[in-house]
């Protein structure tokens, strides 16, 4: 296991603070704690295992010096600390959670974050269409993975759509409500928009 770099773990944290204050959560543990650097090339993981009586739970992210914004560097280490935040959340509040669940969310948080908490606002629609628009899939259509990011990003880009243009009180209302529904209502939702 490789330690994170000093500006790596400050931007995991960083991110952390934001998703959990945006959602109104209760403080999760530190995520850095349980992060490490990634092997050249390797794509963010977040690896997860039940136990009995507990939930463990390891991040490995990217390293290097990453530049807030809509950049693969950053887009995974937020996409990293939303998953870790989300199943923390999950097994607090000791409700179930679908990786279908944890990738829809993740979608919402990196237009949240980029586009309706970041202090200099971009513009929305294009921040849209960057993240959902143009998308790009690792995982093959047809394979299991390949269908669940495709899922999550189609029904987040639906969901995130309907986000734009309303007021700030009403779209943070709502995106708790979906912070903290379940898959079906998840879905049901962003169909809605």
Known sequence: MKPLGRRTRAALRRIQRSIERYYGLEGAPDVTLFASAGT???????????????????????????????????LQLLEGVSHFVYLAERVRTGLP??????????????FVLLALDAEERPDARLLHFRIFEQATFLDPPGSEAGERYRLANR???????????????????????????????????????
């Open 155 to 193: 029904l987040a880009a639906r969901f995130a759509g309907r986000l734009t243009g309303r007021a700030d009180v009403e779209v943070r209302a709502l995106l708790r409500r979906f912070y903290r529904a379940g898959q079906a209502e998840k879905i049901a939702l962003a169909r809605a928009a």
């Open 97 to 110: 959670s679908t990786q279908l669940e944890l990738e829809l969310q993740a979608e919402i948080d990196k």
């Open 40 to 74: 050249d090339g390797e794509r963010e993981v977040l690896l997860v295992r039940d136990g009995e009586h507990s939930v463990e739970m390891a991040l490995r992210v990217p390293d290097g010096a990453p530049h807030v914004g809509a950049n693969d560097v950053w």
